[in-house]
């Protein structure tokens, strides 16, 4: 679909019948995948926790999208290429000269060419779900897409790796995890946060004791996205500013609350109960549309639907509580918050500071200072990201280190044949709050419960496999 012939239909019909239409590149936000309405998540039997498939040596790899992120998830598998763990070998995506431009970067690490798909119908990329093509498919294309490529991947025998969230209904949530039962391939949510420095160092410090008993986070994805939202080539079809035309509620759950699902044992002893969620009004987003200089995207202004600032409160089964807020339409500066409190400890971040608390002083309410926080960074530093964090350093891959370290584990425990370090639990979970926060709102901001994805292996405490060498 154009663009233009989106902003016309767009403006002429609001965000509410815009899903109605049918087009391949356009389908609507609110497609489920399988299962009809109402899911029942009885069926789930928890096999895929902490599964390892058999040894792949070398992980032949089908990109499926390669705009932005898909482009720069290859530059993270260069150094993996070219140490002989994996090789490109399907590229994929509706626009022709993104295919060529990927080819051209693989071209200057690996010495074999990938097929190239550049199909515009949209459907080339079935192609590349083919045992004989590939051993995993990295999914990169817009959110409506994840899905249905993740499933079908699992369908022909691969394992499935999908950019976040990785799906936005409940029955989608269910049909992955269903199928990565059934057919024993992986399906991970490429959740990159959850590989961050700083992340990892909380992570450590919690399993190292420093935090005592954790009782409550707050998370989120503040980062105002209005410039690339209204930009009109920077995503495909402007598919993300459509987005917010249809939706309300928190639509990306993941970057926040990947991390501190993982401080708080979530699924692995510990699991999200419940939750209510509230939006802002709607102001920001709708007033950039008003005076842009397009008079297609100034007609947009009345149809957004996404409030501005999303909040949602989420108690777990032992009774911990997370603060997870969205909003990408407000201008200020990027911020996951990734606050943590515990008996024994409490970080902010943004910058990070952190407080360690011997019991109750007069001294209050002062930060570590930095000497102390720089001491308790050298102790904790997680030994993934120790070991990697030279070769991070001297070549900045990606969002400071964390989406090289993501690609890296994903690879080597392929490589290996070892559990990976999220399952496809930890995706449908985190992407199903995204689902279920858009309930509460649409229900005047109602109590909603969330369902055991994991079929009851939540109960089990078994260590995560971040903390094991590959
Ligand atoms: N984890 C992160 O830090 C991070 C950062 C940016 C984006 N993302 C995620 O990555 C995904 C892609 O976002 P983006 O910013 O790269 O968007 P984008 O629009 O730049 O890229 C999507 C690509 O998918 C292609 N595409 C569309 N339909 C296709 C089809 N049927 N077959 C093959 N290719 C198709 C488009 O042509 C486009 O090149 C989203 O899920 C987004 O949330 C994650």
Same mark, same amino acid.
């Given at each position: 679909m154009k663009r233009s012939d989106f902003l016309k239909f767009s403006g002429l019909l609001g965000g509410g019948l815009l899903g109605g239409l049918g087009l391949s590149s356009c389908t609507p936000p609110s497609q489920g995948n399988g299962t009809p309405a109402g899911a029942d998540w009885s069926s789930v039997?928890?096999?895929?926790?902490?599964?390892?498939?058999?040894?792949?040596?070398?992980?032949?790899?089908?990109?499926?999208?390669?705009?932005n992120r898909g482009s720069s998830l290859i530059e993270m598998l260069e150094w993996l290429v070219q140490q002989g763990h994996a090789e490109i070998t399907a590229l994929c995506d509706v626009q022709a000269p993104y295919v060529a431009r990927a080819a051209e970067k693989v071209a200057t690490f690996q010495s074999s060419a990938p097929l190239l798909l550049d199909d515009a119908s949209g459907e080339a990329w079935r192609k590349a779900c083919n045992p004989e093509v590939a051993d995993l498919v990295v999914i990169a294309t817009p959110w409506h897409l994840h899905t249905t490529m993740a499933i079908h991947a699992m369908e022909q025998g691969l394992q499935a790796a999908s950019e976040v969230p990785i799906a936005y209904t409940e029955e989608d949530c269910l049909a992955l995890v269903q199928t990565s039962e059934r057919t024993g391939q992986h399906c991970i949510m490429l959740e990159n946060c959850c590989y961050n420095?700083?992340?990892?160092?909380?992570?450590?410090?919690?399993?190292?004791?420093?935090?005592?008993?954790?009782?409550?986070?707050?998370?989120?994805?503040?980062?105002?996205?209005?410039?690339?939202?209204?930009?009109?080539?920077?995503?495909?079809n402007?598919?993300?500013?459509?987005?917010?035309? !249809?939706?309300?509620?928190?639509?990306?759950?993941? $970057? &926040?609350?990947?991390?501190?699902? =993982?401080?708080?044992?979530?699924? #692995?002893?510990?699991?999200?109960?419940?939750?209510?969620?509230?939006?802002s009004n709607e102001a920001a987003l709708s007033k950039a549309l008003r005076e842009s200089n397009?008079?297609?995207?100034?007609?947009?202004?009345?149809?957004?639907?996404?409030?501005?600032?999303?909040?949602?409160?989420?108690?777990?089964?032992?009774?911990?509580?997370?603060?997870?807020?969205?909003?990408?339409?407000?201008?200020?500066?990027?911020?996951?918050?990734?606050k943590l409190c515990g008996t024994g400890a409490t970080h902010y971040g943004y910058p990070s500071r952190l407080y360690l608390d011997h019991g109750p002083t007069w001294d209050w309410h002062r930060w570590q200072d930095d000497e102390a926080y720089d001491t308790a960074r050298a102790k904790y530093?997680?030994?993934?990201?120790?070991?990697?964090? !030279?070769?991070?350093?001297?070549?900045?891959?990606? $969002? &400071?280190?964390?989406?090289?370290? =993501?690609?890296?584990?994903?690879? #080597?425990?392929?490589?290996?044949?070892?559990?990976?370090?999220?399952?496809?639990?930890?995706?449908a979970l985190w992407s199903l709050v995204g689902v279920m926060s858009e309930r509460s709102v649409a229900e005047g901001n109602r109590r909603v419960d969330i369902p055991d994805v994991s079929g009851g292996a939540w109960t089990s405490k078994a260590p995560h496999p971040v903390f094991r060498t590959v």
């Amino acid at each position: 679909m154009k663009r233009s012939d989106f902003l016309k239909f767009s403006g002429l019909l609001g965000g509410g019948l815009l899903g109605g239409l049918g087009l391949s590149s356009c389908t609507p936000p609110s497609q489920g995948n399988g299962t009809p309405a109402g899911a029942d998540w009885s069926s789930v039997t928890g096999s895929m926790m902490d599964h390892a498939a058999p040894a792949i040596p070398k992980v032949r790899v089908a990109m499926l999208g390669l705009g932005n992120r898909g482009s720069s998830l290859i530059e993270m598998l260069e150094w993996l290429v070219q140490q002989g763990h994996a090789e490109i070998t399907a590229l994929c995506d509706v626009q022709a000269p993104y295919v060529a431009r990927a080819a051209e970067k693989v071209a200057t690490f690996q010495s074999s060419a990938p097929l190239l798909l550049d199909d515009a119908s949209g459907e080339a990329w079935r192609k590349a779900c083919n045992p004989e093509v590939a051993d995993l498919v990295v999914i990169a294309t817009p959110w409506h897409l994840h899905t249905t490529m993740a499933i079908h991947a699992m369908e022909q025998g691969l394992q499935a790796a999908s950019e976040v969230p990785i799906a936005y209904t409940e029955e989608d949530c269910l049909a992955l995890v269903q199928t990565s039962e059934r057919t024993g391939q992986h399906c991970i949510m490429l959740e990159n946060c959850c590989y961050n420095g700083e992340e990892l160092w909380l992570l450590n410090m919690v399993k190292q004791g420093v935090f005592g008993d954790v009782t409550h986070a707050e998370c989120a994805y503040l980062h105002d996205l209005r410039a690339l939202l209204l930009d009109a080539t920077y995503y495909h079809n402007q598919w993300r500013l459509r987005e917010h035309l !249809e939706r309300d509620g928190n639509l990306y759950t993941t $970057h &926040g609350l990947g991390p501190v699902c =993982m401080y708080m044992d979530v699924l #692995r002893g510990d699991n999200l109960s419940h939750l209510v969620s509230m939006s802002s009004n709607e102001a920001a987003l709708s007033k950039a549309l008003r005076e842009s200089n397009d008079p297609e995207l100034q007609a947009l202004a009345p149809n957004v639907k996404c409030g501005d600032v999303n909040t949602t409160l989420i108690r777990t089964t032992q009774g911990k509580s997370i603060m997870l807020q969205f909003d990408t339409h407000t201008g200020r500066p990027y911020s996951r918050l990734d606050k943590l409190c515990g008996t024994g400890a409490t970080h902010y971040g943004y910058p990070s500071r952190l407080y360690l608390d011997h019991g109750p002083t007069w001294d209050w309410h002062r930060w570590q200072d930095d000497e102390a926080y720089d001491t308790a960074r050298a102790k904790y530093d997680h030994p993934l990201w120790a070991s990697l964090k !030279e070769g991070i350093t001297a070549n900045q891959q990606g $969002h &400071g280190g964390m989406d090289f370290v =993501m690609m890296y584990r994903l690879i #080597r425990c392929l490589n290996e044949g070892v559990a990976l370090d999220l399952s496809v639990y930890d995706g449908a979970l985190w992407s199903l709050v995204g689902v279920m926060s858009e309930r509460s709102v649409a229900e005047g901001n109602r109590r909603v419960d969330i369902p055991d994805v994991s079929g009851g292996a939540w109960t089990s405490k078994a260590p995560h496999p971040v903390f094991r060498t590959v």
